[in-house]
């Protein structure tokens, strides 16, 4: 299969040089050439497949033109040594739990899929050493950190915004040494995603070592999270509640969505998306207007949505033909404010006895308000709430429990390079490397 640049500036590209270039170099984001429809039959049958047999299925439609069917099974399985389950909060709404990984975030999957496809293609060309550049708000950091460790051929540099990450996220790539480096950027998320956007188009750190990025500018790192939404519609499936599904994602840099609606162009039977925000609405104000104007993103209590220009809009755009109106049809929005998202938070917790994190309480609130008669919603439960122990406990009045997995993290010792958030001093730091 070949990838084409949203830009459309670029030649097409192989799936390893897409995934090795990571953005195109017309500074486009790598599009599939088509989308397979996947068989009515499986669709059929999913309620009877694991997670693993079901995500294999659906690899093997994106990349199983370009790897072993072997291959590609064991880069599937080994990614997916967990479960991802379905639990009723109330009614109609059932949250999707996405945390059961090794950094307790959903992108554990796509970071843990990109790692082990990668280091496929360096031991395949026998290339040289790849570096990996991350622009994280929060949880991208830690699961790119986590499932790149110790991947031979390949160093990761994380760039974050310094003091705009919870303590634990932080820890979760500062701690781990080895083949990973924590970038503390003095700015924000669109500073660091500015940052690496800039180094893979600079000719002489493009000279000087391989670049890629493992946000969710990379098709590896975005395609692998359609995972998700095919195993939720499968035990929604099991419980006879599959017909009318809306499925709500908490919404930053949007490759999460994204993902999903490229599951649904497979033929997955999601009636409607709903693209929940935080104070940075800048998809919500498009559906409005028709007009995508990013802005500089404002810090919120739900920090892994902050961001003022996803990059994943264009993926969005390029899926629709540029068509305001499609996109209207298959997606609407909501954003709430700190104020809103703690209000939810509390009274979910209260009535319901479900404890929620700051992100996939936006997803929740949007589905309560949203979901029509008849539906089945499913919002995207994010990240563990013990990640964000400092906003979730004052919230609750209550100690939240923090799961072993991540207790391991809050005893390493953080080591950062702290750096400003202007090119010339991080292209120095790389070409000094």
């Known amino acids: 299969m070949q990838y084409f640049s949203t830009n459309k500036q670029s030649s097409s590209a192989t799936l390893e040089e897409a995934v090795v270039r990571g953005l195109a170099p017309d500074k486009g984001l790598y599009m599939p050439e088509r989308i397979k429809k996947l068989p009515p039959a499986f669709y059929h049958n999913m309620g009877e497949m694991s997670f693993q047999e079901i995500s294999f299925i659906v690899a093997e439609a ?56 990668l280091g496929h293609f360096i031991r395949k060309e026998g290339s040289k050493e790849v570096n990996v550049l991350v622009a994280t708000s929060g ?28 303590e634990i996220q932080e820890k979760q790539f500062t ?61 929604l499936l099991r419980r006879g509640i599959s017909e009318n599904v809306v499925m709500c994602v908490p919404s930053g840099n949007f490759g999460n969505i994204t993902a999903g609606l490229f599951g649904r162009y497979m033929g997955l ?23 995508y104007e990013p802005k500089p993103s404002v810090q919120t209590i739900a920090n892994a949505m902050d961001v003022g220009a996803p990059s994943n809009f264009a993926r969005i755009l390029d899926l629709y033909n540029h068509s305001h109106e499609m996109i209207c049809e298959d997606i ?64 609750i009045g209550e100690k939240v429990e923090i799961p072993a997995t991540l207790q391991r993290f809050m005893q390493g010792e953080k080591k950062t390079v702290e750096l400003p958030s202007d090119f010339t001093h991080f292209k120095r730091y790389l070409l000094q490397r």
């Open 175 to 235: 701690t781990l040494g080895r083949n990973i480096t924590a970038l503390e950027i003095d700015g924000t998320f669109d500073d660091c995603q500015a940052l690496v956007k800039n180094a893979f188009i600079d000719a002489d750190l493009n000279k000087a070592m391989k670049l890629t990025s493992a946000n969710s500018i990379n098709v590896a790192r975005f395609l692998p999270q359609a995972f998700y939404y095919f195993y939720a519609y499968a035990q």
């Open 269 to 291: 039977p999601v009636k409607r998306f709903i693209a929940a925000n935080n104070r940075n609405d800048i998809f919500l104000q498009y559906l409005h207007t028709g007009v």
């Open 139 to 166: 949880d991208t950091g830690s699961a790119v950190a986590n499932g790149f460790l110790d991947v031979p051929g390949i160093q990761v540099y994380v760039l974050y915004p310094k003091g705009k990450v919870s």
């Open 332 to 395: 609407s929005g909501a954003a709430y404010t700190d104020e809103q998202i703690r209000e939810t938070l509390a009274e979910v917790y209260r009535k319901h006895h479900y404890l929620l994190d700051p992100h996939g309480t936006c997803g929740y609130r949007a589905l309560a308000e949203n979901l029509q008669p008849g539906e089945t919603g499913v919002f995207l439960e994010t990240a563990h709430p013990a990640k964000f122990l400092d906003t979730v406990e004052p919230i």
């Open 62 to 117: 994106f990349f199983g033109e370009d790897i072993d069917a072997d291959v590609l099974k064991n880069i599937v399985y080994d990614t997916l040594s967990f479960d991802t389950p379905i639990v009723q909060v109330h009614d109609s709404i059932y949250s999707l739990e996405l945390f059961h990984g090794p950094t307790a975030a959903f992108k554990d999957v796509g970071a843990r899929f990109m790692a082990r496809l």
